[in-house]
């Protein structure tokens, strides 16, 4: 499952006016309501009947219990009340939930075993503790993909364009290159770009959201952003939350001499601050990540960056500075399941795959093949 099909379900799942479970079962909007939808699921998407003509056995859902964690945003919710729905009804688990807000700390938690599976893991934001817990202290292991891509990136409203298209360049064509080219990093090298943005008056938005700045990068060109955007030199990039960035967006301002500010309102704080800015037809430019519902809910452009290599990120320091060798994009991330080394058995062995209209797929354990589809 690519990341676009992802997002594609994200948003019908979040548009859909049904209200009762449906095989595939709804993703609820929360921990609670996911883990509602899970106990209904799981009495209508498999039925026994069902299970025996696949050949799958036993399906009287007898065998030990195995503890998911649910996490707070909608791919992973999805993924967890699939893998749930799956590992009770093929596989004979008793399930259990847990909650996360976040994937820090994720594998300490299965570790100390106040869980015992994990979907959706960003290996490349966690991995000092990946080392730790999969390779050093072998108390997690990691089991795999989990089917579909991660990335993070920048992103424009798909209007950037018109704002761009009236601005007062040298020449009319000039302006129509600029406009059309808003979703091309080198758009942000021209003076007017860099101006329309930095002259942006939040200050009304923050304090009628009741937005708490958490953290901010400046390059030493740049002058420190204001809300007010008096004085502002620099464009300021909202981002969400700072201990998620490794430092690549930072690194990528100094080395290619960017005229970006960044700062950080928490994942809530950007997602209202961006969606004030997208209902008045303002300029933003803001990082995120993919999959999620936020972007796939709203009209956006990705904001390319050069190409992603490995060599750019030979020397990524993971500071937030800006020192380091990352001057390309953000990589695409395999995301991964993780489990509990000690992980119980499951009752019946099965390889259960996932498969969407992509024919991506995501396995659980080993042995028979059953298919679903999830569109």
């Known amino acids: 499952m690519n990341r676009y099909t992802l997002n594609l379900l994200l948003a019908l799942a ?27 699921a799981t009495t209508q998407c498999l039925s026994n009947t069902v299970l025996s003509n696949l050949g ?8 030990a219990s195995v503890k998911f964690e649910i996490q707070t945003w909608p791919s992973q919710q999805i993924s967890t009340l699939v893998g749930g729905i799956l590992a009770k009804e093929a596989m004979g688990y008793q399930i259990e939930w847990t909650c996360g807000s976040s994937g820090f700390n994720a594998l300490a938690r299965i570790a100390n075993k106040e869980t015992d599976c994990l979907i959706e893991f960003w290996l490349d934001t ?15 292991v990691n089991a795999g993909f989990a089917g579909y891509t991660g990335r993070a ?20 064509d000039f302006t129509n290159f600029v406009a059309n080219s808003a979703d091309f990093w080198r758009s942000h090298q021209i003076p007017e770009v860099i101006a329309l943005y930095a002259s942006q008056n939040d200050s009304a938005i923050i304090s009628s959201l009741g937005l708490t700045l958490e953290y901010s990068f400046t390059p030493p060109w740049c002058k420190p952003w204001n809300s007010t955007g008096i004085g502002n030199n620099c464009a300021d990039v909202k981002a969400e939350v700072s201990a998620y960035d490794r430092g690549q967006l930072h690194q990528v301002i100094i080395n290619r001499r960017l005229n970006w500010t960044v700062s950080y309102w928490g994942t809530a704080g950007v997602q209202s601050y961006v969606s004030a800015k ?9 990082k995120y990540w993919e999959p999620t519902k936020f972007i796939a809910s709203n009209s956006l452009h990705r904001l390319s960056l050069p190409a992603y290599t490995q060599l750019c990120y030979s020397n990524n320091t993971n500071s937030l500075e800006g020192a ?10 395999s995301l991964r399941k993780d489990e509990s ?30 298919s679903l589809s999830l569109s």
Do not use: M, W
């Open 14 to 40: 979040y548009t859909s006016s049904a209200t009762g479970p449906t095989c595939p079962c709804e993703c609820g909007t929360s921990q609670t309501t996911l883990k509602t939808k899970f106990e209904t």
């Open 56 to 63: 799958i056995s036993p399906a009287d859902r007898k065998g």
């Open 126 to 140: 966690y991995y000092p503790d990946a080392v730790n817990y999969i390779n050093t202290q072998q108390a997690v």
């Open 153 to 172: 990136g920048l992103y424009i409203p798909q209007y950037t364009e018109s704002l761009y298209s009236a601005l007062s360049l040298t020449s009319a």
């Open 278 to 286: 997208i209902t008045r037809t303002e300029p933003i430019v803001f």
């Open 324 to 333: 380091g060798s990352v001057d390309c994009d953000y990589p695409t991330i």
């Open 341 to 370: 080394a000690t992980t119980p058995s499951s009752p019946t062995p099965t390889v259960i795959y996932v498969t969407t209209t992509s024919s991506s797929t995501f396995t659980l354990h080993h042995s028979l093949s059953l």
